[in-house]
Structures are given as C-alpha cells and as structure tokens.
C-alpha cells in the first residue's frame, strides 16, 4: 500500500479501480518488489520506475511474443528490463542502454541477484551513438528514456527491427499535457511521435492508457 499511495499521482483512474486492477493482477515477483522499494526509498525521481502492474503488462507482452533480442532505450533501474527478460527464449539477449551510471548500479546489483544476469547486457552512454553500433534484429523494443529523443529513436531502432516485431514507448500521455494546446518542449516531442508512428505505414499502432501511456507500435513491412 505505500508503495501505492506514492505511486498514485501516475495513475489516471480513480484510486478504487486501480486498486480492484492491482488486486486482479499477477503479484510481481520478490525480486522486482525489492527493486521497486529501493527505489522509491533511494533513488531520485522513484516515479520513473515502470511499477507493478505496466511491468506485468511488459511481462505478459514479451512472454506473448518470445523475443531472441530485446532493446530497451533507458535502463533506469531496471524494473522494465527484468520484466521483459521474463519472455526471452532460452539464450536470448535483452540490451539495455542508460547514460546515468548511478541508476544502472542500481540495475547491475538486481540484475545480478537475477535469473538473467547473462541475459541481460548493460551499455552505458548516448543511445543514439550505441544503437548504430548493435548488430542484432530485434523483436521488442521499449523506449523509456529522454522524450526529445523518442523519434529519433524510432528512427535508429526500426530498421532493426523484424517484421512482426513491437515497439513499445513509454509515457506518451506525459500526465495528460499531450491533449493541452499549449505545449512544452517534451511534451510537443512526445505528441510528434505519435502522430510520426501513427502515420508510419511500416508499422501498425495502439496507445494505451496505462500508467502514463503506452504507444505500442508492430512492424509490418519493411
């Protein structure tokens, strides 16, 4: 519960039914409710943790698709990261990219505590200089990370990308600011990037409104 109450500033509906939602939803396993306490007790803006039930929605979603490569674009402390890596066939790889090396020792010390400690591969700096670098096709790709940035790494990660495969960017809502006339920078940035994959004929696009938004995206053709 007090993980809940300081949460519930993310949520958009009424406190009961994310409650009745919590209560209905597979129970996030130790490791992940450890990591999800550190956080909110040690970590500066705790908020950006993905939480309980969008890590089972991630969870449930790569185990759905059974994934060879995974990227994810922001590490923070990596919640996200092991949720996804529940999916991954045996031997598959998730790589996740952070330029705060705070945050990702943080990551490193429950990555390690995992069952996927040699699934999961850390990089560390600018995701637009290491995503060139990455010669794999992925199959989930999650963008979680500098907002200005979200089309340029649709850009950078669709080419990678299988045909079949998803693309999930998180915050999309930004709490609501998207629907705003008046705009600021992040949040003009995240309102361009929906409206660029919705008008991408490559990929086919859902927004949900979970949490603060997801913008799940699949690839159709190349």
């Keep these: 519960m007090w993980l809940f109450l300081h949460q519930k500033n993310m949520e958009f509906l009424p406190e009961k039914i994310s409650l009745y939602a919590l209560n209905n939803t597979e129970k996030e396993p130790k490791l992940l409710s450890d990591l ?3 956080t909110w007790a040690n970590v500066m803006i705790p908020r950006m943790l993905s939480g309980h039930l969008q890590g089972r929605v991630l969870s449930m979603i790569s185990k759905m698709i059974s994934p060879i490569n995974i990227i994810e674009i922001g590490t923070y402390t990596g919640y996200s990261a092991l949720c996804m890596a529940e999916g991954l ?4 790889k998730l790589h996740t990219l952070d330029i705060n090396e705070e945050y990702t020792s943080v990551a490193k010390k429950y990555f390690d505590k995992s069952d996927y400690k040699e ?12 995503i060139p670098q990455l010669d794999y096709k992925f199959q989930l ?5 500098d ?3 979200y089309s340029n790494y649709f850009d950078l990660i669709i080419e990678k990308m299988d ?9 999309v809502l930004w ?13 003009m940035a995240l309102h361009n990037y929906n409206k660029k994959v919705f ?15 997801l913008n799940i995206s699949r690839k159709i053709s190349n």
Excluded: C
């Design 199 to 213: 008008s991408d004929k490559r990929v086919e696009t859902v927004l949900l409104p979970v949490r603060d938004g």
């Design 141 to 145: 790709a999650f963008i979680d990370a």
């Design 119 to 130: 699934n999961i591969i850390q990089h560390i700096g600018h995701a637009v200089d290491i």
């Design 36 to 38: 999800n306490r550190e």
């Design 175 to 187: 709490s609501g600011k998207v629907t705003e006339e008046n705009k600021d920078e992040e949040t």
């Design 89 to 92: 066939k045996e031997n598959g």
């Design 147 to 149: 907002k200005e940035n």
């Design 163 to 171: 045909v079949g495969g998803y693309i999930i960017a998180d915050n």
